[in-house]
Each structure stands twice: as C-alpha cells, then as structure tokens.
C-alpha cells in the first residue's frame, strides 16, 4: 500500500492518541501536532524518504477539504486544475503512443518506489489496482471506472490519426497528472510524480487507444 493511501488513517490515530494527553486551543493546533507526531513517527529508509509526507498545495487543499465534509471550493478547483494542466510534460517528439504489449506489462505491475526497491528502478503502474482493464480479468479495483474498451467506446481505430488527436491527448494528459482534469482525483500523477516515466506512459497510452490492444478487443 502506498504512504499516501493509509496516512489520513494513520494521522487520526495519532491525533486521538494526542488528545488523550494534551489539550488543544484549535484544530489548527490539533493539525500541526498531528503532523508532528507522523513525521516523527518515519525514518528515510532505502529510496523511501520522509519528505513524501509533504502535501504539495494542490494535495493538501483536497485534504483539507475532505476532512471538512464537504467539495472543494470551485474556484480553488479551477485554479488548481489549470496549474496541473501546466505543469503536464508532452514528449518531446510528440508520439503519444507506443507498444500496447509493453503497456499491458505496466499496468498489471504493481511494484515499485518501496524501501527496498534501488534508486532508478523501473515502476510498475499498478492500473489494475483501481481499474478493470481486459474482460479476462477475474480481481480488480473499483476505485476507478472500467477501462475495457477504452479506445472502442471513443470511436479509435487508428490512435495516430489527426480524429483521435483529441482523446489521445487527453489520455495523456490524465495518466501523466490527473489533477489538470479533477483538482481532487483519486488517481495517482504517475508522470508528475515521478512514478511512470515518459516511455512508460507512452505504452500505457497505447493499452488503453489501440484496437488490437486487449482492452479493445
């Protein structure tokens, strides 16, 4: 399980523990004591340091939006959104598209980024985990839509053609930082952070717009 997915739960552990011993003038004052207590908690370890428990701007108002109850402000939102969509990095030769087979190895890979991993490591991009992604599958997340057929439900049949432009880009764009499309999205930056490189997403790109990928078949 990755650091992100199980810290609010380990971060409400904590601050109850807190409370237990210790008053608190502000849930401003609960926060910081709270961050506290996580970062003392963790060591740099392996590639596994302990500044990934530092929310950038765009995660940490998500967060504090959730822990309020209720959506983010629409307009941090958008501010949010165009931000990410900035910061999306395109392939310098401008092919979005790569080897379907290679694509279908990323997303069923689940490993990677732990301790034990070495530094420059090739991750995996754990699709699976939140996504069905061919009709063979039998166990998979639901945290995401399904992505079988993909590229047939969107009209692809030739993912390099000037008509497919469009959808190609965007599921670029989504993979590479899915933040430039949903300020709050559940779905992991894989390029943005550093998880997929650029090759990489290229294949996966090309798993989810090819016909003659599984996914559309």
């Given at each position: 399980m990755r650091l992100s997915s199980w810290l609010p739960v380990a971060g409400i552990a904590s601050s109850l523990a807190v409370l237990g011993c210790a008053s608190v003038d502000s849930s401003a004052e609960l926060d910081r004591i709270t961050a506290d207590v996580v970062r003392t908690s963790f060591r740099d370890q392996g590639i596994a340091k302990v500044e990934r428990l530092v929310q950038d701007p765009a995660n940490a108002a998500c967060s504090a939006a959730d822990a309020e109850g209720k959506p983010i402000d629409a307009k941090l939102a958008a501010q949010i959104e165009a931000a990410n969509l900035k910061a999306i990095q395109w392939p310098a030769?401008?092919?979005?598209?790569?080897?379907?087979?290679?694509?279908?190895?990323?997303?069923?890979?689940?490993?990677?980024?732990?301790?034990?991993?070495?530094?420059?490591?090739?991750?995996?991009?754990?699709?699976?985990?939140?996504?069905?992604?061919?009709?063979?599958?039998?166990?998979?997340?639901?945290?995401?839509?399904?992505?079988?057929?993909?590229?047939?439900?969107?009209?692809?049949?030739?993912?390099?053609?000037?008509?497919?432009?469009?959808?190609?880009?965007?599921?670029?764009?989504?993979?590479?930082?899915?933040?430039?499309?949903?300020?709050?999205?559940n779905m992991p930056r894989a390029g943005h952070a550093g998880v997929l490189t650029q090759a990489q997403v290229r294949d996966i790109v090309a798993l989810l717009v090819d016909p003659q990928s599984p996914v559309n078949r």
């Open positions: 030769d401008g092919k979005l598209v790569g080897d379907w087979k290679e694509g279908e190895k990323i997303a069923q890979n689940g490993r990677g980024m732990t301790w034990t991993d070495k530094a420059g490591a090739a991750n995996g991009g754990n699709c699976y985990n939140c996504h069905q992604i061919t009709k063979q599958e039998i166990s998979f997340g639901t945290l995401g839509p399904s992505l079988y057929q993909y590229g047939k439900m969107r009209g692809i049949s030739d993912p390099n053609s000037a008509e497919s432009k469009a959808i190609v880009e965007y599921t670029w764009g989504k993979i590479w930082n899915a933040k430039a499309y949903n300020a709050c999205s």
